[in-house]
């Protein structure tokens, strides 16, 4: 009997995830990673905890408890307020994916005694012709979770799986009620997982202290001040605190070298949209063959992919030029590449090439 470590959150992807490999008579241990507890924020880490403990007694299966802080604080949240310190834009659910969970875990999973390593990501692994495992979307379009995966090694995709990836998120609700795991109604996490967004600025404060500078209009016109520019993302509307007439105002630059940051006036300004930009620190999961290559690219998480084309820089950058100027390219972002369903890997967004200027 194959034995899969699944790594359990408390939530009910997680959870369903370890009760299908069971059905499927895998020999099945939760993993529990303790990667950040912050009381200011009110961490929810015991009471995922406790879901944990309660869905593994309830379907049979032993768990472990694996504490991993120091290494999140090293691997994610230092780069993190690093990447904020130098005007980026971050997203450390990749970091973490990239380092915590497909790395030190897996390595983990596989150290015990595993086969695998299972999570509830809803992905979908095919294989290729010569039977290498490719990372495909998750069937439901809504929840897909391949843009959070595209920054982990190729050869992870050999010893992982992921149950659920077939499957839409209504049916993981109707099957978790079915099933009576005792966090089936239990809310999905959403936003940063070491902070709330509502209280965002307040936590950052705590380890980046607020920096005054310029704002200015694109024409160079004084219009206040800001309290730091790693407050603030490209494209960004609220808490400028710029009243009077006309359309609202929005971020579309930051220059850390002045500490200024550049504003305008309506949501379709050209400032706002490029069509050019690099990327660094590429990962392939399916490397392209030659390039220039043509393929399609989401920006950030939530946004429509995009046709574009390919040219490879040096080894470390690549411009990706695209069919049409796109809305608030932000470096820090990753840009992940797509061919169809299948997700072809990523990296991150450097610079920015404004369709402005060209």
């Not at 509830?120 to 439901?140: A, E, I, M, Q, W």
């Not at 939530?302 to 411009?319: T, Y």
């Not at 840009?335 to 967004?349: K, N, R, S």
Request: proline share 5%.
């Amino acid at each position: 009997m194959e034995r899969v470590f699944v790594a359990m959150s408390g939530g009910v992807d997680s959870s369903l995830s370890a009760l299908l490999l069971k059905e499927m008579g895998y020999d099945v241990i939760g993993l529990f990673v303790s990667g950040w507890e912050d009381e200011f924020i009110g961490c929810q880490a015991k009471r995922d905890l406790e879901d944990v403990v309660a869905v593994c007694d309830s379907i049979s299966i032993p768990y472990y408890a694996v504490d991993l802080k120091k290494e999140f604080s090293n691997l994610v949240f230092d780069r993190f307020l690093h990447s904020l310190r130098s005007g980026l834009t971050p997203n450390p659910d990749i970091a973490c994916n990239q380092h915590i969970k497909f790395r030190l875990l897996l390595d983990k999973a596989l150290a015990m005694g595993g086969q695998f390593l299972a999570t509830g990501h809803y992905c979908r692994l095919k294989r290729s012709v010569s039977g290498t495992p490719l990372l495909f979307k998750g069937l439901d379009r809504n929840k897909d979770q391949s843009y959070f995966l595209h920054a982990i090694t190729a050869s992870s995709l050999k010893r992982v799986r992921f149950p659920i990836g077939a499957l839409r998120k209504e049916e993981v609700r109707f099957l978790a009620k079915k099933y009576c795991l005792p966090n089936y109604n239990k809310k999905d996490s959403v936003g940063i997982c070491f902070v709330e967004n509502k209280k965002f600025n307040e936590f950052i404060s705590r380890y980046i202290p607020p920096k005054q500078g310029a704002i200015l209009s694109t024409e160079g016109r004084p219009l206040g001040e800001h309290r730091g520019l790693h407050f603030f993302t490209i494209g960004q509307r609220k808490g400028l605190r710029i009243g009077g007439k006309g359309p609202p105002w929005f971020v579309v630059r930051k220059d850390l070298a002045t500490n200024t940051l550049w504003i305008a006036q309506g949501q379709d300004h050209p400032w706002l949209f490029a069509n050019r930009f690099l990327i660094r620190d590429l990962n392939w999961l399916d490397e392209p063959r030659d390039f220039p290559f043509r393929c399609c690219v989401k920006i950030r998480y939530r946004s429509q992919e995009q046709s574009c084309a390919l040219h490879l820089i040096s080894e470390e950058i690549v411009e990706v030029q695209l069919d049409s100027p796109q809305r608030a390219v932000t470096p820090g972002q990753s840009a992940v590449f797509y061919d169809g369903e299948q997700c072809l890997g990523g990296g991150l967004i450097q610079e920015v090439i404004p369709a402005w200027g060209t």
